[in-house]
């Protein structure tokens, strides 16, 4: 199984971001997929899943800015970052999760806003 993230990076507040994630080694079009963040000296969160039938869901804190996406046939998940503030510096993983018995996570990317 492998999850790989791209697209992380400086930028500006105010500015725009995309995270892709990779994924082989599992039935993809039956996972939850997601993307969770972890700041420094904080616990890792959810910031958005998107279910296998491709219904999103997004945390209150991005909502109307981040916009989590799948494409099953690339086996590819997809975070749209836009109006980026600097609360928003993290890494940011990407997750497989099947029925809460299979988790799977890939190595993270940094995003870091600079005001």
């Known amino acids: 199984v492998r999850l790989v993230e791209s697209g992380g990076g400086l930028v500006q507040a105010g500015e725009s971001l995309t995270l892709s994630c990779a994924s082989s080694?599992?039935?993809?079009?039956?996972?939850?997929m997601g993307w969770h963040r972890q700041a420094p000296g904080k616990q890792r969160e959810v910031v958005a899943d998107?279910?296998?039938?491709?219904?999103?869901w997004h945390r209150d804190s991005v909502k109307g800015r981040f916009t989590i996406s799948r494409d099953n046939a690339k086996k590819m998940v997809y975070l749209q970052m836009n109006n980026l503030e600097p609360e928003d510096t993290a890494v940011y993983y990407c997750?497989?999760?099947?029925?809460?018995?299979?988790?799977?996570w890939g190595q993270g990317t940094q995003v870091t806003v600079s005001s």
């Open positions: 997750n497989a999760n099947f029925n809460g018995a299979r988790d799977y």
């Open positions: 080694g599992f039935i993809f079009d039956a996972y939850l």
């Open positions: 998107i279910s296998s039938r491709g219904v999103p």
